[in-house]
């Protein structure tokens, strides 16, 4: 069974324009974390925002937020004023305790075109 | 901190040639990854330790590949011999509780 799922497989979005990419999860914890990351063509994996599951309020770095919702095991990623530079793979991840280890668990990626 | 280290960050070899690839992993991270990029399989975890431990195995392809951390400062990744279905790019990443990766070595088995 899939543990993180992105449904979308690419998106297309206009310079200056919001985004928003989905994620949803599996897990019967209540600890947790979760994760996005960005891959441009250079294939450097960037951690572009993390999330505890025990914090209500979502994380922002900059123009990047998430909406977490727990109670539905969901993650979204909003880029808002969409750059160029945004052009990328985008990475789900999710983490948690498995038999006293840290386990980490990434989606299938959604590819993220940014057009001028 | 320097991130991630890893070398070579791109390797050309023949088939049945020996491949080593290094990670130095951020200091004071108790968890190291391996994982081998594709188009046609995506990410794929291959091996991860904690401590210096290896903790699962499960996702290395076969006998040819192995890993190993001899301190909490290096790990290795061996393939021998390799194969051209080997080519892909190979991320190590450590971590705490979040995962920092690399920049990738970028193999390639002609």
């Known amino acids: 069974a899939q543990t993180v799922t992105q449904s979308q497989p690419e998106m297309s979005v206009q310079e200056a324009e919001t985004v928003t990419l989905s994620c949803t999860y599996d897990?019967?914890?209540?600890?947790?974390?979760l994760f996005w990351y960005k891959q441009p063509p250079s294939r450097q994996m960037i951690l572009v925002i993390r999330?505890?599951?025990?914090?209500?309020q979502n994380a922002t770095e900059n123009r990047f937020s998430v909406n977490f919702q727990k109670a539905a095991k969901s993650f979204s990623l909003k880029i808002s004023d969409s750059q160029l530079g945004d052009t990328a793979m985008y990475f789900c991840?999710?983490?948690?305790?498995?038999?006293?280890?840290?386990?980490?668990?990434f989606g299938s990626g959604t590819k993220l075109n940014v057009k001028p | 901190d320097a991130g991630v280290i890893q070398s070579p960050r791109h390797e050309v070899t023949e088939m049945g040639q020996e491949v080593t690839l290094r990670c130095k992993p951020i200091s004071g991270h108790d968890y190291l990854f391996w994982y081998r990029q594709t188009m046609m399989r995506g990410l794929e975890l291959l091996i991860y330790?904690?401590?210096?431990?290896?903790?699962?195995d499960s996702g290395m392809p076969e006998d040819r590949f192995s890993a190993k951390m001899p301190n909490a400062s290096f790990s290795t990744l061996k393939i021998q011999p390799s194969e051209p279905r080997d080519s892909a790019v190979y991320f190590c990443?450590?971590?705490?509780?979040?995962?920092?990766f690399g920049p990738g070595t970028r193999l390639t088995v002609l």
């Open positions: 897990t019967s914890e209540n600890n947790y974390y």
């Open positions: 999330q505890e599951a025990y914090k209500q």
């Open positions: 991840a999710f983490m948690k305790r498995e038999y006293n280890f840290n386990k980490f668990y």
């Open positions: 990443a450590s971590s705490l509780d979040t995962q920092y």
């Open positions: 330790f904690n401590n210096n431990v290896p903790i699962d």
